[in-house]
């Protein structure tokens, strides 16, 4: 469905009750200390990366569609 809700130009946001699934690529914690700090994007910062990721697998899809050239498997 998401997919399909980027295609008619909308985007995932803050509080539309979406369940998204997201990497953290964080710093690794330091074992010697109790405590750490962290840096984040607020809610209202990641409609860009929603944006984005939609921009790029529909283009991904529409180059799949159009320009992939024919491959031929170890069977073939």
Same mark, same amino acid.
């Given at each position: 469905? @998401?997919? !399909?809700? #980027?295609?008619?130009?909308?985007? %995932?946001? %803050?509080?539309? #009750? %979406?369940? *998204?699934? !997201? $990497? @953290?690529?964080? /710093?690794?914690?330091?074992?010697?200390?109790?405590? #750490? =700090? &962290?840096?984040? *994007? $607020?809610? /209202?910062?990641?409609? $860009? *990366? $929603? %944006? =984005?990721? &939609?921009?790029?697998?529909?283009? =991904?899809?529409?180059?799949?569609?159009?320009?992939?050239?024919?491959?031929? #498997?170890?069977?073939?």
């Amino acid at each position: 469905m @998401s997919l !399909e809700i #980027g295609k008619v130009n909308g985007i %995932d946001a %803050d509080l539309v #009750g %979406d369940i *998204l699934l !997201e $990497f @953290s690529t964080t /710093n690794a914690s330091n074992p010697s200390s109790m405590t #750490g =700090a &962290i840096e984040f *994007l $607020f809610n /209202n910062s990641t409609t $860009f *990366l $929603f %944006d =984005a990721t &939609i921009q790029y697998v529909e283009e =991904a899809i529409v180059n799949s569609m159009i320009a992939a050239e024919t491959m031929r #498997g170890q069977q073939n």
